[in-house]
């Protein structure tokens, strides 16, 4: 009698599949068999890519003369700790009576690769091979993915690209690595007084090395720039008579004494304080101390809820609430996936599949049963919004490749409670993210006021929540809280905080007014009328200074990473690369992990905010005046960019691999002729007189 086998890429999967597939057979040694199926699986990668001393013993020995190595035919191999469960893989793909084998590896390209690398040195064939794809790990959805997987010769070019991947990765490895060690590894050992120094450099880890140490030296090199701001204190009547106080900032516009002088920083302040002195001293001259008011308008401002979570967002997220690093996210995210409770995790798409909108509600329903949701779930179902979510933003076919965005699948919910707390809290801040979608935008009530007095004018704005909409069910300040339970606080956006790291404090911050109760404040509001004579109490001069770029945080450089394009200064390059980033979302958390673990680059913990270390900039100086290219998120996305066209069957792999050889034979023997080595020193003494510094701050303290 033929069987199937079904191969997962991780034991707890397959006992997953198991149970969807009610296999009651006894479990063996690596697998699980019963009459008709057995299930069995890889621990992670089984297989990889042979050492070049594989290839010849020659090149153990790190040589320019075997520089550039690029082997016709690529060798892979064993890895030696899972050599018992390749076997046993391997003899359950040959084994006569299975005839059909249904690839169930991670929906995607890394999982892809695993299973192809897996049947490569099991050499299988003659074999029905059926391909797998679910987008979480519930009965229904393995069910699903099993009664309509395709040929697994339909991902052949999505294999095709998994294999590119990781040759690009070698070569560039093996050949710039060897090549930067042979011709500068002495002087940094020299300069380091260590024996030995290896240069590790890769497509993408050394584009994200040069991120890091770009900005820190942006700081470094950043000259503050001091701004004086005058701020106007002034009183309205209330309606009982009581005067309301407010705060204004005054502006140079058209008519000022000011206006377009060389005094001013921007047209809310003055480079010197003396100028704001004056400005004060002439508004005082003449009595009595009021303002007239030029103009009010209000209007309605929408929000509307943000897009859902993809991998790199919820990290970023993750990394501002909790304080917790990528790597760390993924593997809560990953527990929760395993445990059926949301959607596979490394997907980089926003938004839901038609197909997946279509039942929505059933992941909605699921929440009814999870405390914190079971109220929002429930008003959702009611009040049946989710009927309409195709038609919106949130829907969106052309958005997705392999997977669409992290949701809760909503089965689970109810034992979220025994989760660990941090798995509990990401597990809510999805759940918040997707319940959003299904509320309204909230409304602010805006106004902004514009007073006048003796030619100069004054400034002030007010922004009150009118309609919470879905900021209601959206909080997700959660990280200083013991527990996780339902909260609301007025004017909480339901993402933590914009991405500022490349903002500059310029003094355009909003005026805080001293604290009024909000209904005498919009009381106050309603009846100003143009024309209006306002009391103004008091001038005050507020200093302010410019702030250099914020580093990195190990959220906002998985982002920066996701998001290279805009970094790219070439307009039709940067087109051309939308959407592909540095890396993928299954690999941005380990390069990050790598590169602190080579002492590149360091991690505060408690801020998760990133520094290089001086090993790191010492390389970026190296890398910088031999192979440039790979700092450069241009080169790497577009790397990216091409393993996608391959993954499309826009180009093939021979013409991916010709312009890969080019490049890297090119790059290798352009440093193998260099002789600059001793010219490093200067910029090695550059970098560490920073180090230095910090050194003596620490033992003075």
């Given at each position: ?9 991780k ?10 597939l009610?296999?009651?057979g006894r479990?063996?040694?690596?697998y699980?068999e019963?009459?008709?199926a ?39 191999e064993?890895i ?14 040959n ?17 892809e ?10 050499d299988?064939?003659?074999k029905k091979?059926?391909?797998v ?6 009965e ?9 997987a ?7 070019n ?8 990781a040759k ?29 120094t ?11 090395l ?14 503050k ?7 106007g ?10 005067p309301v106080p ?19 920083y921007?047209?809310n ?7 704001a ?22 209007k ?12 790199a ?7 501002k609430?909790?304080?917790i ?7 809560v ?13 490394r ?39 989710f ?7 949130y ?6 490749t ?15 409670r ?7 809290k990401?597990y809510?801040?999805?759940?918040r ?13 805006k ?11 004054f400034?002030?704005?007010?922004k009150?929540?009118?309609e ?19 909260t ?16 500059e ?32 109490v008091?001038?005050?001069?507020k ?49 990050l ?15 998760q ?11 970026f ?20 960019k ?6 499309e ?7 991916y ?17 260099m002789?600059?080595?001793?010219d ?22």
């Open positions: 009698m033929s069987k199937s086998l079904y191969i997962a890429e034991p707890s999967v397959a006992q997953q599949f198991a149970e969807a009610k296999i009651k479990r063996q040694d690596g699980i019963s009459d008709t057995v299930v069995t699986w890889c621990v992670g990668h089984l297989v990889t890519m042979s050492y070049p001393e594989a290839y010849d013993t020659k090149y153990k020995r790190w040589s320019f003369q075997t520089l550039p190595f690029l082997p016709k035919e690529f060798k892979y064993v030696g700790n899972v050599a018992k469960q390749f076997e046993i893989v391997k003899g359950l793909l084994r006569p009576d299975v005839d059909t084998i249904y690839v169930c590896t991670d929906s995607g390209r890394e999982g690769y695993i299973y192809r690398l897996v049947a490569q040195l099991a299988v064939k003659d091979q059926k391909r794809w679910i987008d979480s790990q519930t229904e959805e393995i069910l699903r993915g099993i009664r309509e395709k040929d697994e010769a339909e991902y052949d999505l294999s095709a690209s998994a294999y590119l991947r690009e990765d070698y070569l560039m490895g093996i050949n710039f690595s060897r090549a930067l060690t042979l011709k500068y590894g002495p002087a940094l050992s020299n300069y380091l007084g260590t024996r030995f290896v240069l590790s450099v890769g497509r993408v880890m050394t584009c994200v040069g991120m890091v140490v770009r900005r820190e030296r942006e700081i470094r090199n950043f000259v720039t001091p701004f004086y701001r005058v701020i204190n002034f009183e309205s009547p209330g309606k009982d008579g009581a407010f705060d204004a900032e005054w502006k140079a516009v058209e008519g000022s004494r000011y206006f377009g002088t060389p005094h001013l921007k047209d302040g003055f480079k010197d304080r003396e100028h002195e004056e400005l004060i001293a002439m508004l005082r001259e003449e009595p009595p101390m009021e303002a007239v008011v030029v103009s009010k308008e209000k309605k401002e929408t929000k509307n809820p943000p897009l859902l979570y993809n991998l967002e919820l990290q970023n997220d993750c990394s609430m909790f304080k690093s990528p790597d760390e996210t993924l593997k995210v990953q527990e929760l996936y395993e445990k059926k409770m949301v959607t596979y995790p997907t980089d798409a926003r938004v839901l599949s038609t197909a997946v909108s279509k039942e929505i509600y059933k992941n909605i329903g699921g929440l009814k049963n999870y405390g914190p949701m079971a109220e929002f779930a429930q008003e959702i179902l009611d009040g049946g919004s009927k309409g979510i195709a038609k919106t933003r829907v969106n076919d052309k958005q997705i392999d997977h669409y965005a992290i949701v809760p699948t909503g089965q689970g919910a109810g034992s979220a025994n989760l660990p707390p941090l798995s509990e990401v809510q801040v999805i759940c993210r997707f319940l959003s979608i299904f509320y309204p935008a909230a409304v602010y009530q106004y902004s006021l514009e007073l006048e007095r003796m030619k100069e004018h400034f002030a704005s007010f009150v929540l009118a919470p909409g879905y900021l209601k069910v959206a909080d997700v300040n959660l990280a200083k809280k013991t527990g996780v339970e339902e609301f606080e007025e004017g909480q956006s339901g993402k933590a905080g914009d991405d500022a790291q490349n903002q404090n310029t003094g355009e911050a909003e005026v805080q007014s001293p604290k009024v109760d909000r209904t005498v404040l919009l009381q106050m509001l309603a009846d100003l009328k143009k024309n209006d004579i306002l009391t103004l008091d001038l005050n001069i200093e302010g200074e410019t702030s250099p770029p914020k580093r990195y945080t190990s959220g906002s450089i998985i982002l920066a990473m996701e998001n290279a394009g805009q970094l790219i200064e070439d307009e039709e390059l940067r087109a051309q690369i939308k959407g592909s980033g540095i890396g993928t979302s299954a690999t941005r958390a380990e390069i992990k790598k590169l602190f673990n080579i002492k590149y680059l360091s991690l505060n913990k408690k801020t905010v990133i520094t290089p270390a001086l090993l790191g900039e010492m390389v100086d190296v890398v910088e005046n031999s192979i440039h290219q790979l700092l450069n998120p241009d080169l790497t996305a577009s790397w990216e091409g393993l996608t066209y391959v993954s069957g826009s180009i093939t792999s021979d013409e691999m010709e312009k890969l050889e080019r490049f890297v034979a090119g790059r290798t023997v352009n440093v193998i002729r002789n600059n080595q001793y490093m020193r200067r910029f090695f003494d550059s970098a560490a007189a920073h180090y230095k510094r910090q050194e003596s701050n620490k033992k003075e303290n």
